[in-house]
T-cell receptor, first 114, second 115 residues
Framework: DADVTQTPRNRITKTGKRIMLECSQT?????MYWYRQDPGLGLQLIYY???????NKGEISDGYSVSRQAQAKFSLSLESAIPNQTALYFC?????????????FGPGTRLTVL | GENVEQHPSTLSVQEGDSAVIKCTYS??????FPWYKQELGKRPQLIID?????GEKKDQRIAVTLNKTAKHFSLHITETQPEDSAVYFC??????????????FGKGTHLIIQP
């Protein structure tokens, strides 16, 4: 089945380290998103991309950067991780075709910054 | 940008009873309102959505109603079952329109089904 995958699934790192979270999809969707989930706060949009040449900031982009290497791959980087970036990170995709905006989420990456 | 408020944060109901979760939004130009279910340790999954050109949509035991004038929408689950226990999130387009620019989510409702 077509799916959205994320690597790694869990990561523990130290303050100041650079870390990259990766997302791949086999759904053939053109739109990709990165969300952050904190307990009791729902999900917040970090960055989104409509194609490899179109990257946009979301609600909480400070401290993060992204790269759309191909239609199927969208990576999130923390250049210098800090403890308040400890959270569950989800990648999502959606399809422009038909005007449907359903977002399909990956399994998530649990990041802990010590 | 859009702002979404969700209530209650926790809802406990007896198995077989109905559950209602409510959300309000701020941007009258928003036209797409999805509901996601997230089971413990799992990814959010869409369970139902509604567009602003209709007032109600049903899918078996779940339904969503939309009041554009009051800018609120609600999730209704009837005949609740143990497998309905999860966290439910409402959402609306982050920017005006249909959500292509991403979604803004409510803070979630933890639904507990009591046996």
């Amino acid at each position: 089945d077509a799916d959205v995958t994320q690597t790694p699934r869990n990561r523990i790192t130290k303050t100041g380290k650079r870390i990259m979270l990766e997302c791949s999809q086999t759904k053939g969707h053109d739109r990709m998103y990165w969300y952050r989930q904190d307990p009791g706060l729902g999900l917040q949009l970090i960055y989104y991309s409509f194609d490899v040449k179109d990257i946009n900031k979301g609600e909480i982009s400070d401290g993060y950067s992204v790269s759309r290497q191909a239609q199927a791959k969208f990576s999130l980087s923390l250049e210098s991780a800090i403890p308040n970036q400890t959270a569950l990170y989800f990648c999502a995709t959606s399809d422009r075709a038909g005007g449907v905006n359903e977002q399909f989420f990956g399994p998530g990456t649990r990041l802990t910054v010590l | 940008g859009e702002n979404v408020e969700q209530h209650p944060s926790t809802l406990s109901v007896q198995e077989g009873d109905s559950a209602v979760i409510k959300c309000t939004y701020s941007d009258s130009a928003s036209n797409y309102f999805p509901w996601y279910k997230q089971e413990l340790g799992k990814r959010p999954q869409l369970i139902i959505d509604i567009r602003s050109n209709v007032g109600e949509k049903k899918d078996q035991r779940i339904a969503v109603t939309l009041n554009k004038t009051a800018k609120h929408f609600s999730l209704h689950i009837t005949e609740t079952q143990p497998e309905d226990s999860a966290v439910y999130f409402c959402a609306a387009p982050l920017l005006a329109g249909g959500g292509a620019d991403g979604l803004t989510f409510g803070k979630g409702t933890h639904l507990i089904i009591q046996p």
